[in-house]
């Protein structure tokens, strides 16, 4: 219960105004129709018995009654149209607040989640509900909450009758009830066993359907080995759903016949009730509907309440996922980070990647200074592009400490302390965005064209991207309409351009010519030489 409470908190918080709506909306919309039952009696009396019907003391005659009723049936009407348009706006605002919760979560945990298969199994549950569940979670306590008052007005009804009808009309749901609770649990728990094997067909999809891998896949021949695995892993997860399925399809037929006996005997009774004189037939009309509304109702709430139960446990999640907590963050009295470097020192580093078994650094030590160009060679896996992730904090030394102007990079304010560092990867974002922006990115909160077109010159990019459509303005890559690809060497200087743009004091370069031809190198160097001059501490990273 805990868990649909957070939830609905949640939705109050998205749209508290539609919110509160809904529940005014679903009040008015389960307690007229059982007012128009109500009026029913006395129409149809009033049809049998002499055409005047006395409603609460007022006297109304045949026509007057059926305008009633078909007054309150308008005015049901016009609340659904209301409630449905209510509804249809907050669904879309609360996908738009859940999807804004999970990327803003996302975009601050740290790294070393990205390394754990369990934080990948965490975020897939959360990603694939998100959108439909705490919607539910609203519709399923609207309609409990609808259920509990026509099933309160449905009781009265029949208690006029009979109290052993409420009896056989409640009994008759509650193996239905605990046929729902297990499929529950059974659907949850099949589903949570299996995150990693949905997973896979997801990345199968992808790997099928992505232009990144389209080269690739289509080069050799890849398609029809992924095909066959995505098919084998859903035709076993059909498989399984369908036994679960089809073992309770059994169970619940068995629930069907139970409530069709319950519907038999007690019409009979009613009947009997009838012809022997003691009810009217507006009171044999009337109490036959309520106990086939109750009988309804009751499904409708055990529907209600064993989704409730269902999207709590599906809806952990996504609460999940977004309980979780990064670790690395700026100190309480943190430092501002210097606007001119002298010195950049790695001392005595130690440090593996999470679940690892073997350190990638190990008693590492550098020291890199303004005005020179440090050059980190390695062969691959010496660690080199992990200096740069513990430069930046994106992780944590195990042991050591990388230290700025003598300053431990842990003391610094994290955001002043990566927005004082440029870098640029080895595997570099393309941003399917346009020219502009793609470099403005180096330093998005504080754009200036002119630095933009100073970073693409010194680049050596620009003349590249005056060539395209749009210039500037042009966007990159083919995801988009209008969008100009470009070859790898343009997208690395492309990258460069960023990465200058932001005109930090440290720059780091991680294999920054890889793509590029030998004018492009020449022209890389040149600039180096002009960083060099600024006093920039620059650090160059290179395979042997």
């Known amino acids: 219960m805990k868990q649909v409470l957070k939830a609905l908190n949640m939705i109050r918080l998205c749209d508290e105004k539609s919110f509160w709506l809904r529940i005014i909306y679903v009040v008015i919309l389960n307690a007229l129709p059982m007012l128009n039952l109500y009026i029913l009696k006395f129409l149809v009396d009033s049809v049998t018995e002499g055409n005047v019907a006395v409603i609460m003391g007022v006297q109304m005659d045949v026509y007057t009654t059926l305008g009633l009723f078909c007054a309150i049936f308008l005015l049901n009407r016009f609340v659904g149209v209301l409630n449905s348009v209510n509804n249809d706006i907050m669904q879309q605002r609360l996908i738009d607040y859940i999807s804004e919760r999970m990327q803003h979560q996302s975009a601050r945990l740290d790294m070393s989640y990205f390394d754990n298969p369990t934080y990948h199994d965490t975020y897939h549950r959360a990603q694939q509900e998100a959108s439909y569940r705490p919607i539910q979670i609203l519709n399923g306590f609207m309609g409990l909450l609808g259920s509990l008052i026509s099933i309160t007005i449905i009781v009265m009804m029949l208690a006029t009758a009979s109290g052993w009808i409420i009896v056989v009309m409640v009994a008759a749901v509650v193996p239905s009830f605990i046929v729902r609770i297990i499929k529950s649990r059974q659907i949850y728990a099949f589903r949570r066993n299996n995150t990693q094997n949905y997973r896979r067909t997801s990345y199968y999809t992808s790997l099928l359907g992505g232009r990144d891998f389209a080269k690739e896949m289509r080069t050799f021949g890849l398609a029809p080995f992924f095909r066959k695995r995505f098919v084998d892993i859903r035709k076993a997860l059909v498989t399984d759903l369908v036994r679960i399925s089809r073992r309770l399809g ?11 006996a319950a519907l038999f005997f007690v019409t009979m009774f009613l009947i009997m009730s009838a012809v022997n004189g003691s009810i009217t037939v507006g009171s044999f009309v009337v109490l036959f509907e309520a106990f086939r509304r109750g009988q309804s109702q009751l499904t409708s709430l055990v529907s209600s309440i064993t989704g409730l139960y269902d999207n709590r446990l599906f809806i952990g999640n996504l609460f999940e996922f977004l309980d979780l907590e990064p670790t690395i963050l700026s100190p309480k009295d943190a430092k501002p980070f210097p606007k001119h470097v002298t010195s950049v020192e790695f001392r005595d580093i130690t440090f593996r990647y ?18 020179e160009v440090t050059q980190i060679e390695g062969e691959n896996g010496f660690g080199k592009t992990t200096l740069l992730k513990l430069l930046l904090r994106l992780y944590d030394t195990d042991q050591g400490a990388v230290l700025i102007d003598g300053v431990d990079v842990r003391e610094y304010d994290l955001k002043g302390l990566r927005h ?6 080895q595997d570099y974002v393309r941003f399917y965005c346009t020219a502009e922006e793609n470099i403005a990115f180096g330093d998005i909160e504080n754009y200036d064209h002119d630095r933009v077109l100073y970073a693409a010159e ?14 500037f303005d042009t966007p990159l890559g083919r995801m988009f309409d209008d969008g100009e690809e470009l070859s790898m060497g343009q997208w690395q200087r492309i990258a460069l351009a960023r990465q200058l743009y932001s005109d930090a004091p440290v720059l780091i370069f991680d294999e920054p010519t890889a793509w590029m031809d030998v004018p492009s190198r020449d022209k890389f160097y040149k600039t180096l030489e002009m960083l060099k001059e600024q006093r920039k501490v620059i650090i160059l990273i290179k395979h042997v």
């Not at 004082?420 to 990867?425: C, D, E, K, V, Y």
């Open 420 to 425: 004082g560092i440029g870098a640029i990867f």
């Open 458 to 471: 010194l680049a050596g990019v620009d003349k590249y991207i005056n060539k395209l459509p749009k210039g």
């Open 250 to 260: 059994v169970y619940d037929s068995i629930c069907a016949i139970v409530e069709t």
């Open 354 to 371: 999470p679940k690892m078994e073997r350190d990638v650094l190990s008693h590492f030590n550098l020291t890199a200074r303004a005005g």
